[in-house]
């Protein structure tokens, strides 16, 4: 796969199209596809998809989504500090190399991270994420 310098952020159909001839990973293209495929006309405007990778930063999600899944949203604990809980986060689900995170705001609007399950990738993030599908 070639070197990225930037994160995959789909906020918009061209951005979700375009995504869809990228040389990407085949589970991430084939997880992306049926995602977006399942929008429908109703929702495709009003959910974006972030895909988390090696060497992307906490700082990089919060700059694109505008929050942290290791900060509890409500009471600012960070993930592995006593009191932490996920808040915020709607769903996780373990897709074999890649976690599906899900996070809506209101009735209408949210966001995804797709999570690569893979060495190099933010070592909190990805142990969140294991845990939680594992119920620690």
């Known amino acids: 796969m070639p070197e990225r ?5 789909l906020y918009d159909r061209a951005t979700m199209a ?4 990228l040389d990407l990973d085949p589970k991430l293209r084939r997880l992306l596809k049926d995602r977006i495929l399942a929008l429908g006309e109703d929702l495709i405007d009003w ?12 700082a990089d999600i919060v700059r694109h989504v505008g929050f942290s899944p290791l900060v509890e949203p409500f009471d600012g604990i960070r993930y592995g500090e006593a009191g932490y809980h996920i808040g915020g986060i709607d769903w996780l689900v373990d897709h074999g190399g890649w976690y599906e995170m899900s996070a809506s705001f209101g009735s ?29």
């Open 108 to 136: 209408t609007f949210a966001y995804v991270l797709l999570i690569q399950d893979t060495d190099g990738l933010i070592p909190e993030l990805r142990h969140l994420c294991r845990c939680y599908v594992a119920a620690c």
């Open 18 to 21: 375009d995504a869809l001839t």
């Open 5 to 9: 310098f930037l994160m995959l952020h």
């Open 47 to 58: 959910t974006e998809y972030l895909v988390v990778e090696p060497g992307d930063t906490e």
